[in-house]
């Protein structure tokens, strides 16, 4: 008999930094688009894995000497292929002993029906609005977990004011694979409150101003992710020449939404390569993270 332990040595054998075990029943009340048992209906646990980001790749955009190898390695790859792979690998492990092994890679560039935020990482993403449920009490399809949901279920790690998931050790430097599966196994204790506290150094790191007490507005980032903004050492006096609003948008003040957004995308063109399989380079050094990281370092919690 496969138990959670046993899962847990092979997670980590394959590559996986962390790995928890969550509960089903503590997604009761998940919106359906959201909701792992609208994947598996038997379901009774989700396996979390995490993989860290080297820290390393931070440091490098943050000393403003690389930052092609973050969105490459750091996101791509990981999200692209370890994610494809290893869950592949462990499902494998759950499918030999009889049970089902659902496995869910970071989709990256598809928004659920009725979610209008966006994923700054990718030069762009699509909502679902046209899918409709093809039965009474079926969401439509596709349904996408909620990662940050997923991992403090599963025990990892939850939410800061950053909007992105702070986990045990690795802090905001990490990405998730999951397994949905039927199989029988001991779950963990989901994540008790969060390693945020409310410093505030996220908000005041971001170039874009995209980060407030209300939390992370995705279209401000992926605006300022692209670049719009002074401390991009790409920035070129072409970018926005003889608009009204240069100095209004490079110093962070313009708001942005997904319209005006997206009208401003072809011209956040700061490499002279296409982006890479359509990853970005965070050309804003992911500076909300990288202060989050040596906050809680220097705070003990990491
Ligand atoms: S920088 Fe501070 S406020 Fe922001 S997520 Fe990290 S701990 Fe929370
Ligand atoms: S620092 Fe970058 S990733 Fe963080 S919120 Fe601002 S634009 Fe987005």
Redo the contacts with the bound molecule.
Sequence with gaps: MVTALDIKKKALELGADLVGIGDIRLFEGTTPQHDPKMILPKATCVIGCAFRVPRALYQTMHDQVQYLNYAQLGVRLIDEEVSEIFPLRLGAMVEDAGYDACVQRNVSNLMVKGDKSTN?EVFDTYELKYAEAVAPGKPAPDVILDVAQAARICGLGAIGDSGHVLAKELGPYVRFVFIITDMPLECDPPFEGTLCDHCGKCIA????H??SKEG?DTWQ?AV??KGAHETNPFMHDDFLKGSAEREKILSGEKRFDSESARTLYPQESFLPTEPMRGYMP?L?G????YACYHHLKETGRL
């Design positions: 700054p790191s971001c170039p874009g995209a980060i992370l980032c300022y992710y965070a804003c992911k500076a909300c993270d």
